[in-house]
């Protein structure tokens, strides 16, 4: 019964998917509700995506640097430890995570409270295709989301380098040469291919919990947590399917 139903919501998702590109909403409608999901979502993440990535970056160099205890191993892997946790998962991994919380519940409420107070069945007898109207922009609006990754994961180096170099845990040319030690250039383009991904998953996964859900304000509060489970479920399961394919000969 419960795989039926699983089944079920996975089909309603592609479903969904399908429904949001028919009937579009005319252009001088969509640029503005464009660029308030771009300010909704991108710019005031920015702060809390800065916040974290550099704080984590320093941590990750002082417990990679507190655990270099034989003075045979070079100092510059410091750097290096640093460079390959914060650009390979960290970044475009953990902080679609904690997204997930913050984007996603914010998502889930603003439709799902729509959804309670018939604001989206207005928009249906208008004869707006609701899905496109609320969720066509969320989806333009984080392509931006490999933008924000990209400033954590330059952050995220630039605290670890603070840390190193401040906090007497290694020289600045030692952390430098770590950064550029053994740089593969496709794990760039692994880590953003992931970013760009989860981005979607961001903006359709919270979005088809708040649509669909039933029920009245109490409903609105279990939708956003349910919705951050099964979007940070999904980018993990997808994150190793990824690994696998990218990064595994």
Do not use: C
Not at 156 to 164: M, N, S, V
Not at 197 to 209: K, R, V
């Amino acid at each position: 019964m419960m795989l039926i139903r699983y089944t079920s919501q996975i089909g309603k998702y592609f479903l969904m998917w399908k429904e949001i590109f028919n009937k579009p909403t005319k252009w001088s409608v969509m640029r503005g509700l464009i660029f308030k999901e771009v300010d909704d979502l991108i710019i005031d993440s920015l702060g809390i995506v800065a916040f974290i990535s550099f704080f984590v970056g320093g941590v990750v160099s002082m417990q990679t640097a507190l655990n270099l205890t034989n003075s045979f191993i070079p100092k510059y892997l410091i750097g290096y430890a640093t460079r390959q946790s914060v650009i390979l998962e960290f970044a475009p991994t953990f902080m679609s995570i904690i997204m997930a919380g913050k984007m996603g519940s914010f998502i889930t409420s603003s439709i799902g409270s729509m959804r309670v107070t018939e604001q989206i069945d207005a928009l249906e007898v208008m004869g707006v295709n609701s899905l496109n109207y609320l969720v066509f922009p969320k989806i333009i609006a984080l392509l931006l989301y490999p933008f924000l990754i990209g400033i954590g994961m330059f952050l995220g180096i630039a605290g670890g380098y603070i840390a190193t170099v401040y906090g007497g845990f290694g020289a600045s040319i030692d952390f430098i040469e770590g950064i550029q030690r053994d740089f593969i250039p496709f794990h760039i383009v692994y880590a953003f291919t992931k970013t760009f991904i989860f981005g979607m998953l961001l903006a359709t996964i919270p979005s088809f919990h708040g649509y669909y859900m039933k029920g009245g304000a109490l409903e609105v509060g279990k939708a956003s947590t349910v919705s951050f489970v099964w979007t940070s479920v999904t980018i993990i399961l997808l994150n190793y399917i990824i690994t696998q394919l990218l990064l595994t000969k």
